[in-house]
């Protein structure tokens, strides 16, 4: 990538941090002397508009268009447009122990870059996490004493139906493979997560079912085992900034097929980061910069296994992105520890 | 006599428990500071239990299972019953066995007499015993070693003198005499054995329960004098055994207790000398 490119990058990003200060804190600037508060996530502003100022990014349908780079297992490189979207979801149920996620109708596509496909798309996913409220084990230890020790569950279960992936190598044969997941299913445990839950840290694991095709290939049946270490960190109330992070492996296995289909891995990292830059009418348009590394066995047309290693920068357009609940996220905040400001930590203590 | 069983009894209950005291099990709960319930006492004579430990010396591991019921009255004449359902055991050589049903019935009478009624009109006959009786039963054993060596044991059952008179359960030292009927073969079932033990065996055992229920100690030793039958010869052989162990609870979890375990055994028969040295680990559901 040149450096005018990565120039114009970091001056949106400033640029973008700089306009999300200011907001933030501008709702502090109202005197008490206003004459009728703006709803919560509004500000008011000197002439009497009032305009989004908080967006909760975990509940939108947004459209991404961005330039991807991508440097490929057989030493050569090349860039190109990358097309995004999807729709998510989250709730937190009325007492502030349960939290849902739903992502519908996602899709990742970079069409053409040196003569290659990527496609990602899935039909719907989604996952559950819950806090417990009593121990989910109570140790007693007997050395030196009795003395109990709380251990509190975090955590719950996923699910993924029907997601597609399809590779396309115009140079290469064959050239094309297309992996079909029906559906994926297992639990995850929550290693780290905020009062209402929009931050965790959680280790995910479970199990698909897949089908493969390599051109014309009759599609054979996998059973594929799969385990990941998945983040997603909001680092202020208004939501303007998001990291998330993954880091997947899975095992594609195949009882069920002919003996000729070998074992094949594949592992996938991504980290990325969101900046709310502007709004249009109250919908949020974001800079999203990705950086990901992946590696699929024997997926890239034919069977060339190796590391593709991409970066990405894209601008969102997000529909619906209401303000954030703090309200319950500072109620689960004093449920949960009677601190205000504190997080909980796994063992169901205030940090 | 009397006083000398109580001289030897006090001698060795202060060698082995180091001047514990001689509670029973029991259900026990306590709070801590922050308000939160914690069983410190257990029973590790009711549980369901699952086992596994090693022989250092061989690095054999051993696997256990069974499902302990004990049950006990609190008033008047005391029946404490040990119950001990599907008790299974393997080894990483490819040995394992298992029990059906085994049992220890054990009485205890407050002040350690018999009554017989031998009329509704006559006063009942009152024998003073020096020791409590009890019963110890065994139905539908199998075992296999690694040498192709099977046994099946038909049944067994013991009559039992327990000196230390305990109230409480899972405290006992009792000698111990009584018969056996068992099949045993090599590989093949062709060529059965029928080995009859014809109350031609002593054992003396001797069970400590502490600490709240937390830690035990079993010591037992027998000896059999056995005659086995075949097709074309009858003969007589000796099995002697000797166990100690000490199990010890060092941790619960949702008061289900987990306990290390050390045990030494030793068994001698007619063809072999087989010494077992293993310290292991034991995780109980509480079925009390």
Redesign the interface.
């Known amino acids: 990538m040149g450096q005018a490119p990565v120039r114009l990058l970091v001056t949106l990003a400033a640029l973008a941090c700089a306009t999300s200060r200011g907001r933030a804190e501008a709702p502090t600037d109202l005197g008490p002397s206003a004459v009728e508060a703006p709803p919560p996530g509004f500000y008011r502003d000197a002439e009497g508009r009032e305009f989004q100022v908080q967006f909760d990014l975990n509940q939108r349908f947004w459209l991404g268009l961005g330039y991807r780079h991508t440097f490929f297992e057989d030493q050569t490189d090349g860039g190109g447009l990358a097309l995004d979207l999807g729709f998510r979801v989250d709730t937190l149920s009325v007492d502030t122990r349960k939290k849902t996620r739903w992502r519908i109708l996602e899709l990742d596509l970079a069409p053409s870059t040196n003569g290659r496909l990527r496609l990602d798309a899935s039909l719907m996913r989604f996952d559950t996490s819950t806090l417990g409220d009593r121990p989910f084990?109570?140790?007693?230890?007997?050395?030196g004493g009795?003395?109990?020790h709380?251990l509190y569950l975090q955590g719950g279960w996923w699910m993924d139906l029907l997601g597609v992936e399809l590779r396309e190598h115009r140079h290469a044969d064959p050239s094309r493979a297309l992996r079909l997941r029906y559906a994926a299913l297992g639990a995850h445990w929550d290693l780290w997560q905020d009062a209402d839950m929009t931050s965790f840290v959680r280790v995910r694991v479970g199990g698909a079912i897949d089908s493969r095709m390599v051109d014309d290939e009759v599609a054979k049946l996998s059973l594929t085992p799969l385990a990941a270490l998945e983040g997603e960190f909001c680092f202020d109330d208004a939501g303007f900034h998001r990291l998330s992070m993954s880091a997947a492996a899975e095992l594609e296995l195949a009882p069920l097929a002919s003996a000729d289909l070998d074992p094949r891995w594949r592992f996938d990292q991504r980290l990325a980061y969101e900046v709310i830059a502007l709004a249009i009418d109250d919908q949020p348009i974001s800079l999203r910069l990705e950086g990901r590394a992946t590696r699929r066995d024997g997926i890239d047309g034919g069977d060339a296994s190796g590391w593709e290693l991409a970066a990405e920068a894209s601008l969102r357009v997000s529909l619906w992105a209401p303000p954030r609940d703090l309200a319950a996220r500072d109620a689960a905040r004093r449920l949960r520890s009677g601190h205000a400001d504190a997080p909980i930590s796994p063992s169901g203590s205030p940090r | 006599m009397k006083a000398f069983l109580r001289v030897g009894l006090a001698l060795t209950l202060a060698v082995v428990t180091s001047g514990a005291r001689a509670e029973g099990p029991e259900r026990r709960i306590i709070q801590d500071a922050e308000g939160r319930s914690l069983r410190v006492g257990f029973d590790l004579g009711s549980r369901w239990l699952f086992g596994a430990s090693v022989d250092p010396r061989t690095g054999t591991g051993h696997f256990e299972h069974a499902l302990l019921v004990r049950e006990r009255d609190d008033e008047g004449i005391r029946w404490k019953l040990d119950h001990a359902f599907l008790e299974g055991a393997a080894d990483t050589h490819g040995g394992w066995s298992a029990t059906l049903y085994h049992g220890l019935f054990l009485r205890n009478s407050g002040d350690g007499s018999l009554v017989i009624p031998f009329s509704p009109t006559a006063p009942p006959l009152r024998i003073v015993l020096p020791a409590d009786l009890g019963f110890e039963v065994a139905l539908g054993s199998v075992a296999r070693t690694p040498g192709e060596h099977w046994t099946v044991g038909v049944a067994r059952a013991d009559l039992l003198f327990d000196f230390w008179r305990a109230e409480t359960a899972g405290s006992y030292l009792a000698l111990r005499t009584g018969m056996a009927y068992e099949l045993a073969g090599e590989t093949a079932f062709a060529h059965v054995q029928h080995v009859v033990t014809p109350f031609s065996r002593v054992g003396l055992d001797l069970m400590h329960t502490f600490d709240s229920g937390r830690q035990v100690v079993l010591v037992q030793a027998a000896l059999s004098h056995r005659m086995v039958v075949a097709r074309d010869a009858t003969a007589w052989s000796n099995l002697l055994s000797a166990h100690a162990s000490w199990e010890g609870i060092v941790l619960a979890i949702d008061d289900a207790p987990v306990s290390v375990l050390a045990e030494l055994g030793f068994d001698r028969d007619a063809d072999r000398d087989v010494l077992r040295a293993t310290i292991g680990l034991r995780v109980g559901v509480p079925t009390d």
Not at chain 1, 137 to 143: D, K, S, V
């Open positions: 084990l109570a140790l007693t230890t007997f050395i009795p003395a109990r709380d």
